[in-house]
């Protein structure tokens, strides 16, 4: 029967961070009704779990709720999380303070580390932030493949002047893509933008690092006629901006399937 409350835990988790991930990828929002569903769900069912067959750990789940909320919302101040972001790790830790081992055994017997065992919301975002970075090696490879295969340089005109460190930030959040393509995909924004200007001088253009939906489609109407004058060319960079809560959800499901992949790393290097 544990076995069942942890089951329902892990669906109910898998379920709504989906549908969030879902949602936020596709509108850039995430309703609140998400989250007043599914945190009281979560928590009757951790709480019955826990009081049916291991009361001990109720203060464990104490614990592992307030550090997560606790980090979730210093995160959230910080400006390195969302409100979507914030709520659903704060959901994760109602539904599974702990590493669900009633149910759920890793290809890797070494998986579950300490803190999975004790917080496992902290092995998801650790997981999280991995896939994150991977998504950082495959922008780079695109654009290493645009340089090669088009022999172009992927700042031109004014963008070559513009600071070492924007181009950076631009190199491993985004990609150069037809203006055609930006203006039919809502989700992907421009990372870079045009003054338009007089006379039959290039125009001056800078690069975007923060997307936006407030005035995405102003920029990429500029960049739009820039292109059809024949002043800029028809690719430009931008980024498709994906949603932290993939890498969330991504992340648990490397959690559930591996384990702690950053524990594995260490245990491996370490011998």
């Known amino acids: ?14 379920g709504f961070l989906l549908y969030a991930s879902w949602s936020d990828y596709k509108t850039r929002e995430v309703s609140n009704r998400v989250w007043t569903i599914f945190a009281p769900t979560a928590l009757t069912l951790s709480l019955a779990e ?6 001990q750990n109720l203060t464990w789940f104490a614990i592992s709720f307030g550090v997560t909320a606790a980090f979730a919302l210093l995160l959230f101040y910080a400006g390195g999380f969302g409100g979507a972001d914030s709520k659903a790790f704060m959901c994760i830790a109602l539904a599974l303070p702990s590493f669900p081992e009633t149910l759920v055994h890793p290809l890797f017997p070494d998986g579950v580390s300490p803190l999975a065992q004790n917080i496992f919301p902290f092995t ?11 998504s950082v090696i495959a ?3 695109l654009n290493a493949k645009w340089r090669i295969t088009t022999g172009k340089k992927i700042f031109e005109g004014t963008l070559a002047a513009e ?6 930030l631009v190199l491993i959040t985004g990609y150069k893509m ?5 203006k039919d995909k809502w989700h992907v924004y421009p990372l870079e933008d045009v003054v338009e200007e007089d006379g039959e001088k290039p125009p001056k253009r800078k690069l975007l690092i923060v997307p936006r939906d407030e005035g995405r489609s102003d920029v990429v109407e500029r960049l739009s ?3 059809e004058a024949g002043k800029i060319a028809p690719q430009v960079l931008a980024t498709p901006g994906l949603p932290m809560l993939i890498f969330v959800t991504v992340g648990l499901v490397l959690a559930l ?15």
Do not use: C, E, H
């Open 1 to 14: 029967m544990q076995t069942l409350f942890t089951a329902a835990q892990v669906t109910l988790t898998l």
């Open 50 to 55: 826990l009081l049916l067959y291991n009361p």
């Open 124 to 134: 998801i975002l650790s997981n999280s932030i991995l896939v994150a970075a991977a």
């Open 139 to 141: 922008m780079l490879l």
């Open 163 to 168: 600071p070492a460190g924007k181009k950076i």
């Open 178 to 182: 037809p203006i055609a393509k930006l």
């Open 225 to 227: 006629r820039a292109a």
């Open 257 to 271: 399937v591996f384990g702690d992949i950053v524990w594995l790393a260490i245990r491996f290097f370490l011998g």
